[in-house]
């Protein structure tokens, strides 16, 4: 196969492997935000509360990583 050839078939191949791989990541990201407002509505959280709970449930955590 010519240089040429190759290079854009190699090109193609890349494109077509980042077009797969952006749509898996949306397609879980979906899933994802799906499965929290089925936990948050099952729990009687609206969205408004969401971020609330969010914010003092890491405001209690200790960040353990570094020691």
Do not use: F, H, K, P
Request: charged fraction near 20%.
């Amino acid at each position: 196969m010519e240089g040429t050839n190759y290079l854009t078939v190699a090109y193609l191949g890349m494109i077509a492997a980042l077009a797969i791989w952006t749509w898996t990541v949306v397609v879980r990201s979906r899933s994802i935000e799906a499965r929290l407002e089925a936990v948050e509505s099952s729990i009687g959280i609206d969205v408004s509360q969401a971020d609330g709970i969010a914010t003092q449930s890491t405001d209690g955590a200790q960040d353990d990583a570094t020691v």
